[in-house]
């Protein structure tokens, strides 16, 4: 073949460059490796960059490529062949076409012809058809047999945030030249801690289905679920290196012999395995009987508390330990509660974890380290510190508590005056100062709590000038109305006036002139209404001053006392004068009560 | 001396009604506690000052004194609480405020106080640039000036008066606005704080009122805080700089 190849190529001399493409084989099952080997022989063949790769993602994954180069001199001349072998893992069931791989060079442009290829599904053999591949001894179905990858956890059934051991095993009966992990389950929603993986990998060997395995553990893990449900862990998968052997010799003891890797009988295989995935369900921790100061802790845990010394000066630092130890989620323990005495200036502590990985559980301890400084002497207790946790073995929670601890406290060197921890500027001034001296004037001692707003004085003080303000207002309107009503001006004069006219009549009686007196009487009686009526007395007659009255609704009494007095008025002027003075009175009395009276309901 | 003693009583009469013979006794206290202060006897200076309060009495002056009593029988806490009582009555004094700025400095805990908005410093500056009563009495003053001009506005009607007491009423009006209004504020303040200090050596402040309750901190000797509610034994307390917490009200004296 290579002599027709350099033929073919010598006598195409002007275009150096030849690009051919092939499968492995052409029907291939789902999940399986194929190669795609693209071959560049020319003389240019050495220069010629790589060809691109063919866009073939809609039904493979790309693994990897290797390259190799062949130059041969025959005769003097020379024959370059550079070969791309590119990996693949068939994707997807169906016909497909890979296309054509193409390079341009030197303005050329060269293509490979297109190859058919057929995906099948399940774990069908795929029939080698290429001629390398041909002797390939192990089907697929077989291969899985002999080479697997097994995941098993410690449980299946956990609590929030108790460990599930996951160990994920590589169990293997034909040679294994090589592996690595190509995908990490997905851990989403677990708190992970990795085992350290082993100097010296450990081999053991196991019997499965009458076949001997050699079992090796690749990794392992423990997962502190973070919160309940049921959660799948996606399978882990390895690409291994296994080298095949001819079927016949499998189990020839003797050829078993020649398995060893070094004499190289055999083809290597990439193949990708995956674990099974696992389900775990996680349990909530039980709301029954749950502390308040339940932080989440689940495992076994003990917790104790020491102090560097119990004797301290102020001011000396005191180291306080609080350890917290057993198996569960070290990493993830809070910092616990603690009460210091109030008179402790307490800086943060320093957290040390010590995690112990063996090979069933993941446990250690967490040291918090606080620096505490006593500020005043006395005796000082730091209060026991408590931490409450799940425990898995009797699934209850259990609380531990530390015991007091006792610290006396001496006084440090400083003095009573000099107290002042942070002592400032303002502070400073004072120093060697006294108080001032007490006050000897004697003082105004007042009654105690009597407070100035709450007294009588001030609260007359206050309402005194409102009242006359009010009294000050009602009287500028009177003088106002009394300016501009005439009528409010009489009926405010009316009294006067009356009063004045019987004042005249009281005199008249005295004197002895009835008719004066008489007169005057009447003139008050009817200058009054005049005056509260606002109409002109002279043009008044006694009729009219009734109806008057009577319309106002004043009562019948009233009114008929006041025309009685004026009827009397009236009839004694012009009666022949046989009037004493006791009737005169008598009228007198009459007339000012009837005015009176009058006077209240105008 | 007698002239002046007799308008002190004379005042004290007409103000509060004291009778002479109170006032006199007490005087003889005073004079009596001073002395033994004087001769360094602080605890019966101390006597002799709370026997003039136990008769329903005080001013500045005796809390003043009392408080140097107690200062120099280094009771500090009792000290502030009178100084601080002293200050109540007489809130620019200098001496008070010297002597109670010294005797903070031996309280044990700093509390810083909050940071006010600027304009209500000011305020509150300026309402205790006087004493309560001094406020009142010139709000009052101004206030029946105020009063009496509009009366006579009201009744006298003689155009020289309106021209002159048009102004007179303006100015009066807006100082008895600004003088009454700081009186109301000392008022507020007088009546919504009630302020108390710490007697006990030492006392934890709770979150709650009750014995189990958590410690929020702890305070020392001579501390003011402000009383904020009570419930039964127990008052909620406020730190000049916001913290709140509950103790037992026998721990404290209110001011």
């Not at chain 1, 291994?240 to 290597?268: A, K, N, W, Y």
């Not at chain 1, 009577?550 to 006041?562: C, K, M």
Request: contains cysteine; hydrophobic residues 40%.
């Amino acid at each position: 073949m290579a002599a027709t190849f350099l033929m073919w190529v010598s006598t195409l001399s002007a275009q150096d460059l030849k690009i051919s493409a092939e499968v492995n084989r052409t029907e291939i099952g789902l999940n399986q490796q194929f190669e795609l080997t693209v071959e560049l022989s020319g003389a240019d063949a050495q220069r010629a960059p790589q060809p691109g790769l063919p866009d073939i993602s809609g039904f493979a994954a790309f693994l990897g490529t290797s390259s190799s180069q062949n130059i041969q001199l025959i005769n003097g001349q020379m024959s370059v062949t550079k070969s791309f072998s590119h990996h693949y893992v068939a994707t997807k069931v169906g016909k497909f076409q890979i296309p054509p791989v193409t390079l341009d060079y030197k303005n050329n442009r060269y293509a490979t012809e297109p190859i058919d290829i057929e995906i099948v599904a399940g774990q069908s053999s795929p029939t080698p058809n290429s001629p390398g591949s041909r002797k390939a001894p192990t089907d697929a179905e077989e291969l899985s047999e002999l080479l697997f990858l097994k995941a098993e956890s410690n449980k299946r059934t956990v609590y929030e945030n108790e460990a599930v051991i996951l160990t994920y095993k590589i169990y293997y009966a034909l040679p294994l030249r090589g592996g690595s992990i190509s995908q990490l389950p997905n851990m989403v929603g677990f708190w992970s801690e990795e085992f350290p993986a082993p100097q010296q990998p450990r081999v053991n060997m196991e019997v499965i289905n009458g076949r001997q395995f050699q079992v090796q553990e690749i990794k392992k893990v423990a997962l502190f679920s973070q919160g309940a449900g049921t959660k799948t862990l996606e399978p882990l998968a390895v690409d291994c290196e296994v080298q095949l052997q001819s079927r016949q010799s499998r189990r020839d003891i003797f050829d078993s012999f020649f398995d060893d890797p070094f004499f190289g009988l055999g083809r290597t295989v990439r193949q990708t395995i995956r674990s099974n995935p696992i389900t775990i369900t996680v349990l909530p921790l039980p709301e029954a009987g749950k502390p308040v100061d339940f932080s989440g802790a689940v495992g076994s845990f003990s917790i104790s508390a020491t102090v560097d010394k119990n004797n301290v000066k102020t001011n000396e630092a005191i180291k306080f330990k609080v350890k917290l130890a057993g198996s569960g989620n070290i990493k993830i323990l809070p910092q616990p509660k603690i009460d210091f005495p109030g008179d402790f200036e307490v800086y943060e502590p320093t957290v040390t974890e010590n995690i112990q990985r063996d090979n069933i559980q993941i446990a250690g301890d967490k040291t918090f380290e606080y620096v505490l400084i006593p500020r005043f002497p006395g005796n000082q207790t730091i209060k026991p510190v408590a931490f409450s946790y799940f425990d898995l073995a009797n699934k209850s929670y259990q609380r531990v508590t530390t015991d007091a601890l006792d610290i006396s406290v001496s006084k440090g060197s400083e003095s009573f005056v000099s107290v002042p921890l942070a002592s400032s500027k303002e502070d400073v001034k004072f120093i060697g100062q006294d108080i001032r001296f007490i006050q000897l004037r004697m003082p105004q001692f007042q009654k105690m709590g009597a407070v100035f707003y709450k007294t009588a004085v001030f609260f007359i003080s206050l309402t005194l000038p409102l009242l006359a303000l009010v009294g000050a207002f009602g009287y500028r309107r009177h003088l106002d109305k009394l300016s501009s009503d005439e009528a409010y001006a009489r009926s405010r004069k009316a009294n006067k006036m009356a009063l004045k006219r019987l004042g005249e009549a009281n005199t008249q009686m005295r004197k002895g002139d009835p008719k004066a007196f008489y007169a005057e009487v009447s003139k008050a009686l009817m200058g009054f209404i005049g005056d509260k009526l606002n109409v002109s007395a002279a043009g008044l007659i006694t009729e009219e001053v009734e109806t008057m009255l009577r319309r106002r609704g004043i009562s019948e009494a009233v009114v008929q006392e006041y025309l009685d007095c004026l009827k009397t008025c009236d009839f004694m002027r012009f009666a022949p004068s046989e009037s004493d003075n006791g009737q005169m009175k008598v009228l007198f009395e009459k007339a000012r009560k009837a005015l009176i009276n009058l006077d209240k309901r105008i | 001396m007698r002239l002046q003693k007799f308008v002190v009583v004379a005042f004290a009469l007409v103000t509060f009604g004291i009778s002479p013979l109170l006032a006199g006794e007490m005087e003889t206290l005073f004079i009596k506690a001073n002395d033994y202060y004087q001769s360094g006897n602080y605890s019966a200076a101390i006597a002799e000052y709370q026997k003039i309060r136990d008769l329903g009495y005080e001013s500045w002056e005796l809390y003043y004194n009392l408080g140097n009593a107690y200062y120099k029988d280094r009771q500090i806490a009792r000290a502030i609480l009178n100084y601080e009582r002293a200050r109540k009555l007489a809130p620019k004094n200098e001496d008070i405020n010297f002597n109670l700025e010294l005797a903070n400095l031996s309280v044990v805990d700093r509390i810083p106080r909050l940071p006010q908005f600027i304009f209500f410093e000011w305020i509150s500056n300026l309402a205790t640039l006087l004493s309560l009563k001094l406020l009142g009495i010139i709000s009052i003053t101004l206030y029946v000036l105020f009063v009496g001009l509009l009366i006579l506005k009201l009744l006298v009607k003689s155009s020289a008066f309106v021209r002159f007491s048009k102004g007179v009423v303006i100015i009066t009006g807006v100082l008895l606005v600004i003088f009454s209004g700081l009186f109301s504020i000392r008022v507020f303040e007088n009546e919504s704080t009630v302020e108390a200090i710490v007697l006990s050596e030492k006392v934890d402040i709770k979150s709650a009122p009750v014995e189990a309750g958590t410690d929020v901190f702890s305070l020392h000797q001579g501390v003011k805080v402000q009383i904020k509610e009570h419930s039964g034994d127990w008052v909620k307390i406020r730190l000049a700089d916001g913290k709140i917490g509950w103790m037992k009200h026998t721990h404290l004296e209110q001011i």
